[in-house]
């Protein structure tokens, strides 16, 4: 039996189907909270943009050999797997050997279709993808992607960003203002585009959210994490099990990969966030002010006045230079960069630069950070 699940946001939609419930079901979870993702009747899906996710080793097997026959291929990295990338036609056909699955695309319809041995696998694959067919319709539509978290005031839908390079604390930013009766609209990344004469439209980018052991644990969240764990619960398998054992043992030390690359952090489903920590979502915005936070453990926070001018730089856009986990290699975006075409940047640039612009100091006091996040917010 197919099943299918058809996701949309703002002008944009694509409908996910699969022979097995359990990769729109996915889809459908990971979506739902920040885009409008509703169950469908595969036999009504006659147009627009369609992803098919089918467990299907045979037609998997015989994806490969297409790849391998005489193609010339490129061999490329994507969500941090190899993949192998061929034409057929007018077609992309690839194959992901780590995660055996088999991509067959036509840009000129925005048709996919994988075909995967494995369910979990394909599920995490079918929704990957899937948002990549709305960003790309979104680009097109003259949408950008800004690298920045974000926060709705519930009563206007007033938006605050927080910029600022890895480290900088625009999750922390973000997640201290949602436990203060914000919403939470992203917590790395957002779309963006200018409506009307002088506003910046603002949606979310889902996906799952990296927390820190030290910032789950100083935002009082340890033992919800630990007890969601200890009841059977699960958080997203993208997760380490260094950090689910951490989260067991009620250890909030940070975890590194080896030569302290990258932190191993907490990996949240965006629908987790309401019943286990009590965050509300929001679905959209609009931007009213940016936020420029930086964390001194042993500083005192509060906004700061003065320093170096606040602007936004190339690399607070998601461009394709900055966007290397997902390439376009199945062409969705037409050949619009992967942060938005130059013209939709300038003007969102353009018209955030009007827009009260305040650097605030956080610390590891968490009532005395959320003090200083609700100075600045009353200031925009």
């Known amino acids: ?14 409908t996910v189907l699969s022979n097995r419930a359990e990769v729109t079901d996915w889809s459908a979870r990971y979506f739902g909270q920040w885009w409008n993702a509703s169950a469908v009747e595969a036999s009504s899906v006659c147009a627009g943009a369609v992803l098919v996710a089918d467990v299907d080793p045979t037609e998997f097997a015989e994806l490969t050999l297409q790849v391998h026959d005489g193609r010339p291929t490129e061999e490329v990295e994507y969500a941090r797997h190899r993949m192998l990338v061929a034409r057929d036609g007018e077609d992309i056909i690839a194959t992901s050997p780590d995660e055996s699955i088999g991509y067959r695309c036509t840009p000129s319809t925005g048709r996919l279709v994988l075909s995967g041995v494995g369910v979990l696998e394909l599920a995490l694959a079918a929704a990957r993808l899937a948002r990549e067919v709305v960003r790309g319709q979104l680009l097109r539509d003259g949408w950008a992607v800004l690298h920045a978290s974000a926060v709705v005031r519930p009563e206007d839908g007033a938006t605050l960003l927080a910029f600022g390079g ?24 957002v779309l963006t585009r200018p409506t009307g004469e002088r506003d910046v439209e603002v949606v979310p980018w889902p996906s799952a959210a990296a927390l820190g052991l030290g910032l789950v644990d100083a935002l009082g969240w340890g033992a919800a994490a630990r007890g969601h764990l200890q009841e059977g619960g699960a958080f997203h398998p993208t997760q380490h099990d260094s950090v689910t054992e951490a989260l067991l043992a009620g250890d909030f030390t940070p975890l590194w990969e080896d030569g302290k690359r990258r932190e191993r952090k907490v990996q949240v489903f965006p629908d987790q966030f309401t019943p286990l920590f009590g965050v509300e979502l929001a679905t959209g915005g609009r931007a009213a002010g940016l936020l420029f936070p930086r964390v001194e453990a042993e500083g005192s926070p509060d906004v700061v006045v003065g320093g170096q001018a606040l602007g936004l730089g190339e690399d607070d856009f998601m ?38 612009h305040l650097r605030v100091r956080l610390s590891h006091d968490v009532p005395a950070s959320v003090a200083a996040l609700r100075k600045a917010a009353e200031a925009i």
């Open 166 to 189: 890895k480290g900088a604390g625009k999750t922390t930013t973000a997640l201290l203002l949602a436990s203060a009766g914000w919403r939470l609209l992203a917590n790395d990344r």
């Open 319 to 356: 461009s394709g230079a900055t966007e290397d986990r997902y390439p376009d290699v199945f062409e969705l975006a037409r050949g619009v960069d992967g942060g938005g075409r130059r013209s939709a940047r300038d003007e969102v640039s353009a018209r955030l630069a009007l827009m009260p």
């Open 1 to 14: 039996m197919i099943s299918a699940t058809r996701l949309e946001a703002a002008s944009a939609a694509v």
